[in-house]
């Protein structure tokens, strides 16, 4: 009998956890079935704040931000530490400000453990969660721009969050097998453009097409996980309130939604612990640091048993005509390893 999965609880490798800052030191405690030890956490302040992400390759005071073309800087009183079910933070307003509400978006790679990679030109030291299909990349530019990266996938890769932290710079994000000479910018409201930078992808390596200086770079590096992860496109029809379904296979925990074909809307995340019922109304913008839409009729979204399904006609998610590219991550798969059905949401 083949295994539909080989991931049934999605909350081992992925968890969005919500908290309240205290202002002062406090270990953050995920709520999932499983323990969930960090490697990549990405924090937003649900409010008018910075998003911060910090990983366990580079340090976890070493803050990069998603909505900005800022270089990488200390936070002291950020992230302090990575522990077994979650982190420690301190009292700064970007992660733990007393009585803020906060969202930790956390994904688990190799607990900090790298490993040289000598598949491409340049050295590469990789994080690699072989069973979730990520991989922490961390690298220098080796000056040139045909070096290659090893990114330790064992399969092209379907998507890539991309930065030069040791510079001003925009962030890349890749869609390899949807335009595999294109990026968007993570902290832009742009669609896919020709800006140098990835390409080249396959199952080893990917080219560093903007290594022409000799920055510090990081990368996080995804592969569809049947029943965990998925990564793809949809095109807007406009209407309301049948507008697109897609199909993920699994009861989404977190979704990322960006219009490629066209510029002007911003990438757009969804999460199922601060939306626990339908419709789902929260969303939080990967690009800007301003406060979450809430309303009602405003990029609206279903969260499925098997995927998730557009219930508004707003530009941002199902403007008629538009192909929008889309990463998610599962909550539970729609069928387990034992090819039982799991409950819809």
Same mark, same amino acid.
């Given at each position: 009998m083949a295994v539909y999965t080989t991931v049934n609880d999605g909350s081992a490798h992925f968890q969005a956890t919500t908290y309240t800052g205290n202002g002062g030191a406090q270990t953050i405690t995920n709520t999932g079935n499983s323990n969930l030890k960090p490697d990549w956490v990405w924090i937003k302040y649900r409010a008018s704040g910075d998003h911060v992400l910090v990983d366990s390759s580079r340090g976890a005071t070493k803050e990069i931000k998603s909505n900005s073309d800022g270089a990488q800087s200390t936070a002291a009183n950020g992230v302090t530490g990575f522990v077994t079910d979650g982190f420690t933070a301190n009292g700064a307003g970007d992660y733990n400000g007393n009585g803020g509400n906060y969202v930790a978006w956390q994904w688990k790679a190799n607990g900090g453990t790298e490993v040289t990679n000598n598949d491409g030109s340049v050295t590469t030291y990789v994080q690699l969660n072989s069973t979730a299909g990520f991989s922490i990349v961390k690298w220098t530019g080796a000056g040139n721009t045909s070096g290659t990266i090893g990114h330790g996938l064992g399969a092209t890769p379907d998507f890539i969050i991309r930065r !030069?932290? /040791?510079v001003?710079? !925009?962030? @890349?994000?890749a869609f390899p097998k949807q335009q595999s000479a294109q990026l968007m910018q993570l902290n832009t409201t742009n669609g896919f453009g020709g800006a140098s930078g990835m390409t080249g992808y396959n199952s080893t390596t990917f080219t560093d097409g903007s290594g022409g200086d000799s920055a510090s /770079?990081? &990368?996080y590096c995804f592969k569809n996980i049947q029943g965990y992860s998925n990564f793809g496109t949809y095109e807007g029809n406009g209407a309301e309130p049948a507008g697109p379904f897609v199909y993920t296979g699994f009861s989404p925990s977190y979704i990322m939604v960006k219009a490629s074909s066209e &510029? +002007? @809307?911003n990438w757009i995340i969804?999460?199922? /612990?601060?939306d626990p019922t339908n419709v789902a109304v929260r969303k939080l913008f990967a690009n800007t640091s +301003? &406060?979450? /839409?809430?309303?009602?009729g405003d990029n609206n979204w279903d969260f499925l048993s098997n995927g998730f399904r557009i219930v508004t006609q707003d530009d941002g998610m199902n403007k008629d005509g538009v192909t929008y590219s889309y990463a998610a991550f599962a909550q539970n798969p729609f069928v387990t390893s034992d090819s039982i059905p799991t409950t819809a949401r």
């Open positions: !030069n932290y /040791s001003v710079t !925009n962030w @890349q994000c /770079s990081i &990368a &510029a +002007g @809307q969804g999460d199922s /612990s601060r +301003g &406060a979450p /839409s809430t309303a009602v």
